[in-house]
């Protein structure tokens, strides 16, 4: 990445680089190399929500995602009891909102992931959308409708999130029409709480939710928000590479209310 000779003085680069260090030391060999770190635009700016010179941060429209997550996780790091950060998008379908799970960071989440991406998600749209969480653990089988290890994966990832989140509207595993219309949840699942109407939508894998929100976006003609990241202790997120000037301000603001709503 770029080094110090690539980035303006700034006195909050030793800072910053302490910080780094201080982190990670292994990855440090000594005061020198971490300034030529912390000069690396994505660490730095990293580091300033970390110490909090920002409230936030939104980076990616010319770095791939991994390097922004990278960079988020070392200076930032994760939120308390969180096992990894993920990534949702908010798509405007009608006049239904949807927040989709986890689009951009974790290829095959394992049951605690998969509860703890839920978790942020309910928090953030509470903060983002302003509407009740409801939540679904999207399979292709509803309650026991198919069997075999990864249908199990997603209904201890649902029994998981009732025991962090027994206040929130939840069920799983659901297929996608049982999760988001109530006329065929009321015929293959009429005991859930969910009832056809979930505005949180947790895939099973990252090629899953990555796909369907690209299919809803481009066959549905959905508005599209994000990539927003989850479930680091301060907010950072990332933004596609083909991102356009509308798409970079819509994550900024998301961002802002992120950090808005850990303020209060």
């Given amino acids: 990445g770029p080094g110090l000779r690539d980035v303006p003085a700034d006195q909050r680069l030793s800072a910053i680089g302490e910080h780094l260090r201080q982190r990670r030391p292994e990855h440090v060999r000594d ?12 660490r730095f700016a990293a580091g300033l929500v970390a110490l909090g010179d920002a409230d936030g941060c939104v ?3 010319s770095t791939p995602t991994a390097d922004v997550v990278r960079a988020a996780l070392w200076a930032i790091g994760l939120a308390p009891g969180h096992a990894s950060a993920s990534a ?23 049951t605690e992931q998969l509860a703890y991406a839920a978790l942020a998600a309910a928090a953030d749209r509470r903060a983002l959308v302003g509407d009740e969480p409801i939540v679904a653990f999207l399979s292709f ?14 209904r201890s990832a649902a029994e998981r999130f009732r025991v962090l989140a027994p ?13 988001l219309v109530p006329a065929v949840a009321a015929r293959k699942c009429p005991a859930s709480a969910v009832r056809g109407c979930a505005n949180i939508l947790v895939f099973p894998s990252l090629d899953a939710a990555n796909i369907s929100y690209k299919l ?29 000037p509308d798409d970079i301000v819509d994550v900024a603001a998301m961002v802002a209310l992120q950090a ?3 303020r209060h």
């Fill in 260 to 262: 808005s709503a850990r």
């Fill in 59 to 61: 980076a990616g429209a």
């Fill in 88 to 110: 949702a998008m908010y798509l405007g379908v009608g006049d239904r909102v949807l927040t989709y799970v986890d689009v951009a960071v974790v290829p095959s989440p394992d």
């Fill in 31 to 42: 005061g020198v190399h971490a300034l030529d770190l912390a000069s690396n635009p994505l």
């Fill in 141 to 154: 089988s509803t309650k026991g409708s198919a069997g075999g290890a990864e249908v199990d994966r997603v």
């Fill in 216 to 244: 809803t976006e481009r066959l549905c003609g959905a508005t599209a928000a994000g990539p927003l990241l989850q479930g680091l202790a301060r907010p950072m997120s990332d933004l596609s590479r083909g991102a356009e």
């Fill in 167 to 179: 206040e929130i509207v939840s069920d799983g595993e659901l297929q996608i029409d049982a999760a």
